[in-house]
């Protein structure tokens, strides 16, 4: 295997402010090692307003790409040279691949909650009434991959409601999903509703904050899923306390992670093992 290796590696990396608490690298050593794949993984912290700066010293040195993190997703989708379908349903980049035609800008964050919801947790959310927490950047990343699975209904509430109204009607302006109820509520509005899949896109989680959602709010036998990872939240205390099936979102950051390792390198690596590890410490 060693001989067929080329003399130096590929280079790639997560840039991010923070960035030390990042698990890419261990994510993506674990992914090449799997796939015989020679390449260097790394987190670089870039300066608040040094970006761009950042992405295009990478580009000069030989990087073939680079993950996106807070608080930059925005930036590299408008940095992009060229951009996937998803990344410009998204409106934000977490995957940039350094091309001769320039930077292309991909979002990966969908594909990889679809896949932890489906593959992972073996839920389907075809059929499914589908309530997404918040109108930001992580819940304008997984709204379409979502979208595509049909589920009966999606509501997304916020604290800002005008916020996740534009996020409905930016759906029905390009009408691709005009077979699914699409609609946002302020969170006093939920009483009385029911969800199959309620996903947490806020980060609440980060400060220990509650969201003020009914009692009432999860279906027997719900998924409760928080896209935060490494701890419980209190939005996974509430759910395990009405009586919801519970995930954090260990399996999202992997799968992720999967689906940008197969954009760079052209195989999909196996996720279970990685996930186990990182589970166990």
């Known amino acids: 295997m060693s001989s067929t290796l080329p003399n130096t590696p590929d280079y790639y990396a997560v840039i991010g402010h923070p960035i030390e608490h990042s698990k890419s690298p261990i994510i993506h050593a674990a992914f090449a090692k799997d796939t015989g794949q020679y390449l260097q993984y790394e987190r670089i912290l870039a300066p608040l307003d040094g970006f761009v700066h950042t992405v295009k010293t990478l580009q000069q040195q ?49 594909a990889g909650l679809v896949r932890d919801i489906e593959q992972n947790l073996h839920i ?80 609440t989680g980060l400060t220990d904050s509650t969201l003020p959602l009914p009692s009432t709010i999860f279906a027997p036998n719900a998924l409760a899923y928080d896209m935060m990872y490494g701890r419980e939240t209190p939005f996974m205390t509430f759910a395990y306390q009405h009586g919801a099936q519970v995930a954090d979102g260990l399996g999202m950051l992997v799968e992720q992670a999967a689906e940008a390792f197969f954009v760079w390198r052209g195989i999909r690596p196996v996720t279970q093992v990685i996930m186990q590890q990182i589970r166990a410490g």
């Open 62 to 110: 030989g990087y073939k790409g680079a993950n996106v993190t807070v608080p930059f997703k925005f930036e590299a989708f408008q940095l992009a040279h060229h951009l996937t379908e998803r990344a410009h349903d998204a409106g934000a980049v977490n995957t940039l691949i350094f091309s001769p035609e320039g930077i292309v800008g991909d979002n990966t964050d969908g």
């Open 124 to 203: 389907k959310i075809s059929g499914k009434r589908v309530l997404l927490i918040g109108a930001g950047g992580a819940a304008e990343g997984v709204l379409h991959p979502i979208l595509a699975q049909s589920p009966a209904l999606l509501v997304i509430t916020n604290r800002t409601l005008d916020k996740a109204l534009s996020m409905v009607k930016k759906v029905e302006e390009q009408g691709d999903y005009r077979y699914v109820s699409v609609n946002a509520y302020a969170f006093e509005d939920l009483s009385g509703q029911q969800f199959d899949i309620v996903i947490n896109a806020t980060s």
